[in-house]
C-alpha cells in the first residue's frame, strides 16, 4: 500500500501513510479504516483536482457510524476533533447496509461535495450479518476468529479495487 493522503496543516504538509492509521486505530475495525482511507483519497482527488486541501476545510458526513471509518477519517483530517464529522441519521433509499446504518458519505472541501454510496453487493452479505451477530454479544472463540478473518479479509479485498470509483454510486454538488 504506497498512497498517501496529502493534507496541510496550517500551512504544514502531511503526507498520511495508511499504516499511520493503522498504528492509530489497531486492527479490530481494519475493513472499515481501509474503506475510510481508500473512501477519503478518492473524494479528496475529485473535490481538489488534484490540489493538497488544508484539514480544516474538509468535512465529512455518513450514515456509517463504524469506529474503523471514523479514525481514518479523524487521523488524516482530525474531522471528528474539529467537530466536522458528523453520523447522518438517514441515508437515501437503496443505500446498501453495513454491520452499523448504511454505507453513504457527504465528503466537502471548501464549497464542493461528493456524495457517494457503495453500490450494493460491495460489502458482502456474510460480513453484514456476521457482524451484526457478534454485536450482540453472544458468540463462540471460533466465531470471533471467523469475523477476524472477514474483517482481514475484506480489508484486502478493498486494497485490491484497482479503480475505487468503480465500487461507488456518486455525485458532485457545488
Known sequence: MTEVISVYDDGVRLDIPFEACVLYHGRDSIGGLSLGYRLLRFA????????????????????????????????????????AYEVLENAPEGTPEGVYGHMYFEITVGSRTLCCALKPGVLPEEFVQTGRAIKKGNYSEQDARHWREQKDALSEAIWNIPNFEDVLSFSMKE
Open 44 to 83: 479528496l482527488n475529485k473535490l481538489t483536482d488534484g490540489r493538497i486541501p488544508e484539514r480544516k476545510e474538509i468535512t465529512f458526513k455518513t450514515a456509517f457510524p463504524g469506529p474503523g471509518l471514523r479514525d481514518a477519517v479523524e487521523m488524516t483530517t482530525r474531522a471528528v476533533t474539529r467537530k
